[in-house]
């Protein structure tokens, strides 16, 4: 049973335009959610995180909103560069356990 | 440079030959994990460790081990890999669970 789960597969937004990658988890006891990008042939690299104390974390174009009574986040860039076109993973992880559950991932595209 | 490096970054093996994956950082961290990725299902994590001597199973643990006698290596062994194994595998450290992860920059595996 998926606990993170990233339901678009993909998402095409044209250049200067705001993208928003969405992700939902079931598990109340994640208590900080992370996210990352990855290109082709590399690994992923560390994008924004937010603690399930706040609701808003902010870094320059990249902004996370977490909801906790609907169990969403969401990551706004803003503005879309072509740059930012790769897949993003949203991951989530717990105190009970100290695993790190991962999403499926989301592959952006940045239109010109 | 803080870098996670991981050896081989590629690896063609047969069913059944034995294999080790080696893992290695130089930020002093604590948290070191393993993670497969595979299409459509995208990363889900094999093993962890909070610290030396400190070994726990991720989501994907069967037919892998994992060993921890030393803070910055952390190898990945097959002991018998089957082709279902077959796979993009990335190693990761971090402070602990809720710190940005480093991610090495990938092994891709094919056991035939």
């Known amino acids: 049973d998926q606990q993170v789960k990233q339901n678009s597969p993909s998402l095409s937004v044209q250049e200067g335009r705001i993208s928003i990658l969405n992700c939902d988890y079931t598990?109340?006891?994640?208590?900080?959610f992370l996210w990352y990008k990855k290109y082709p042939a590399e690994g992923p690299t560390f994008l924004i995180s937010i603690s399930s104390i706040k609701d808003k974390n902010e870094d320059g174009r990249f902004t996370v909103f977490l909801n906790k009574s609907a169990k969403h986040l969401s990551l706004h860039i803003v503005p879309s560069q072509p740059g930012d076109s790769a897949v993003y993973f949203c991951a989530a992880t717990m105190n009970r356990d100290d695993k790190i559950i991962f999403g499926k991932g989301t592959r952006l595209h940045i239109l010109p | 440079e803080a870098q996670v490096t991981q050896n081989p970054r590629y690896l063609i093996t047969v069913t059944g030959k034995k294999l080790t994956v080696t893992c290695s950082q130089n930020m002093n961290h604590e948290y070191m994990s393993w993670y497969r990725q595979d299409p459509g299902l995208g990363l889900r994590q094999i093993y962890y460790?909070?610290?030396?001597?400190?070994?726990d199973k991720g989501d994907v643990p069967e037919g892998y081990k994992v060993s921890r006698k030393e803070k910055r290596n952390f190898p990945l062994i097959l002991e018998s890999p089957s082709p279902n194994q077959t796979s993009l595998y990335f190693c990761?450290?971090?402070?602990?669970?809720?710190?940005?992860?480093?991610f090495g920059p990938g092994t891709r595996l094919t056991v035939t």
């Open positions: 460790s909070m610290n030396v001597e400190v070994t």
């Open positions: 990761a450290s971090s402070f602990s669970r809720s710190y940005e992860q480093y």
């Open positions: 598990n109340s006891m994640f208590d900080y």
